[in-house]
């Protein structure tokens, strides 16, 4: 006979914002420059790589310059995967801000939900350009569409650190 692990409980749902509302305060705003502190870091790093690029094209004659056609895509994805996915389950811009990502379950985030996330980031605003932040004013967790359709959400930072 099976038993039961705890892995296989269901799990309620974490941060509550009734019972916790300084997890969500301002998170809106706080998330919207967070993005652009992590825009003007992919931004730098990408210049970076465009002289890391041109010179690895001189070595390979050419051949490496075909990197320059996704080369701000990938720069982003690496970022967001090691950043948004790593120990501290936020990007700088978001550290900066006091915010951090968490699972609906509380649970950290990994580099392929990570970057997945991102993915689905490009897509949402794409097909629904400025109108993806209003899904957040119907959200009680203050979600983007992407996050709902992830299960994943930004809170602020507890006073007393990040959540383990």
Same mark, same amino acid.
């Given at each position: 006979?099976?038993?039961?692990?705890?892995?296989?409980?269901?799990?309620?749902?974490?941060?509550?914002?009734?019972s916790q509302?300084?997890?969500?305060?301002?998170?809106?705003?706080?998330?919207?420059?967070?993005?652009?502190?992590?825009?003007?870091?992919?931004?730098?790093?990408?210049?970076?790589?465009?002289?890391?690029?041109?010179?690895?094209?001189?070595?390979t004659l050419?051949?490496?310059?075909?990197?320059?056609?996704? #080369?701000?895509?990938?720069?982003?994805? =690496?970022?967001?995967?090691?950043? /948004? +996915?790593?120990?501290?389950?936020? !990007? $700088?811009?978001?550290?900066?801000?006091?915010?951090?990502?968490?699972?609906?379950?509380?649970?950290?985030?990994?580099?392929?939900?990570?970057?997945?996330?991102?993915?689905?980031?490009?897509?949402?605003?794409?097909?629904?350009?400025?109108?993806?932040?209003?899904?957040? #004013?119907?959200?009680?967790?203050?979600? =983007?569409?992407?996050?709902?359709? /992830? +299960?994943?959400?930004?809170?602020? !930072? $507890?006073?007393?650190?990040?959540?383990?």
């Open positions: 006979m099976a038993q039961a692990h705890d892995n296989d409980a269901p799990r309620a749902q974490a941060f509550d914002p009734l509302p300084e997890l969500f305060d301002g998170l809106r705003t706080k998330r919207i420059f967070a993005f652009f502190i992590d825009t003007i870091a992919i931004i730098l790093l990408t210049c970076v790589a465009a002289v890391v690029i041109f010179f690895v094209g001189i070595f050419g051949l490496g310059w075909l990197a320059y056609a996704f #080369l701000w895509q990938g720069v982003a994805l =690496l970022y967001t995967a090691f950043t /948004l +996915g790593g120990p501290a389950s936020a !990007t $700088p811009g978001m550290r900066a801000m006091g915010l951090e990502m968490r699972l609906w379950h509380g649970g950290r985030m990994y580099p392929l939900l990570a970057a997945v996330h991102l993915v689905l980031f490009w897509i949402s605003v794409s097909v629904i350009t400025p109108f993806v932040l209003l899904v957040s #004013l119907f959200s009680d967790r203050k979600r =983007l569409l992407h996050d709902i359709i /992830l +299960g994943t959400l930004v809170i602020n !930072t $507890p006073a007393n650190g990040p959540l383990a």
